[in-house]
């Protein structure tokens, strides 16, 4: 899968590669987002999408984790 080498391939932009590295950050534990992960951010999205990118990676991080407990991953 190309998503799990994004760094490396040239299937995505950099913009997508920048959200793809905020989202791997924030789904780690302890979360490791950084103020460069942020300014690499603003340099390809407005606020607003930084807030609504930041909700659906926090919502599909608590969807994966209901999951998980359901299904005693």
Not at 1 to 24: I, N, Q, W
Request: glycine fraction near 2%; avoid cysteine.
């Amino acid at each position: 899968m190309a998503v799990l080498k994004f760094r490396e391939s040239g299937l995505f932009t950099e913009a997508e590669k920048a959200a793809l590295e905020v989202a791997e950050a924030m789904t780690e534990t302890p979360q490791r987002v950084t103020d460069d992960l942020f300014r690499d951010l603003q340099r390809y999205y407005s606020d607003a999408m930084i807030v609504e990118l930041a909700s659906v990676i926090a919502r599909s991080e608590e969807h994966t984790s209901e999951l998980q407990s359901r299904t005693n991953l």
